[in-house]
């Protein structure tokens, strides 16, 4: 008799250890720029605390949609907010600064272009590598989507708001796969952030090229395509989105920041 009660309370406390997980830690939920997630990623090999979703297809706008509708935790941005977006009770926090690079092949003699030369090459005036003291080739332009931050900013500051133009224009998704276009096309060139060129597996084909006089390095503080980089939340951030964005502002973020980008 004892033995079959001795059997039946080891069967119950079976049956509870069963039922008894650790807590599960919370997973933070984070859409928009690709730029800004190259910097997740790398945070969530570091930061425990939680655990991370990352999307990062719908880049900077779809980020700021997602953040402001509240289909996400945290939401990242590679420019400024948008003021209708800020509007919305969205809040933004800078954890740094990126710099966007002009790729060529690493075969490519061109090592620098001055923006009246790319405003033309990426608007459809300049159309061969001869025009600028290259070789005799016709120009392939790669450019990133429409909802990505880089493409807007570029347009931007080198452009001047003109559109992008030209027989020989492709854009490629997802932005990182700029700089396998570049590597398997000697006569390409493409937009994208500096921090893409570490650890990419075509990093040893592709080179950033100065602009004018300018180092494209992001110690150059006088470099000219260069955008905040922000993580954003719907309200003030509370709990562990806070103590997150508190991390990533905090030297121990920062640290990882420093690694891709400029610190804030």
């Known amino acids: 008799m004892k033995s079959k009660s001795l059997s039946a309370l080891i069967g119950i406390a ?10 599960q830690a919370k997973t933070l939920k984070y859409i928009g720029s690709s730029t800004v997630g190259k910097f997740m990623h790398e945070a969530a090999k570091v930061y425990k605390a939680v655990d991370f979703s990352i999307n990062t297809k719908p880049e900077s706008g779809g980020g700021e949609n997602a953040t402001a509708a509240g289909k996400c935790d945290i939401g990242g941005v590679a420019r400024e907010v948008k003021p209708k977006i800020l509007a919305k009770g969205v809040k933004k926090f800078l954890i740094g600064k990126d710099a966007i690079g002009v790729w060529v092949n690493v075969d ?8 009246k030369q790319l405003k033309e090459i990426f608007t459809g005036k300049i159309t061969n590598w001869k025009e600028v003291g290259g070789p005799d080739m016709p120009i392939n332009v790669y450019i990133v989507n429409k909802q990505s931050a880089t493409r807007k900013v570029f347009q931007k500051t080198i452009l ?6 030209g027989k020989r224009l492709k854009t490629v998704r997802p932005d990182s796969a700029i700089l396998d276009k570049v590597a398997a096309d000697k006569a390409g060139i493409g937009q994208l952030s500096f921090a893409f060129g570490s650890g990419h597996p075509a990093a040893a084909k592709v080179k950033k090229i100065n602009i004018g006089q300018q180092a494209a390095t992001v110690n150059n503080p006088n470099y000219p395509i260069t955008r905040p980089l922000y993580l954003i939340t719907k309200g003030d951030p509370k709990g562990e989105v806070k103590a997150f964005i508190d991390w990533a502002q905090s030297d121990a973020g920062q640290k990882i920041v420093k690694k891709y980008f400029v610190g804030k």
């Open 108 to 115: 490519n003699p061109v090592s620098s272009l001055d923006k």
């Open 14 to 23: 079976a049956l509870l250890c069963l039922c008894i997980t650790p807590a």
């Open 160 to 165: 001047e708001g003109a559109p992008y133009a």
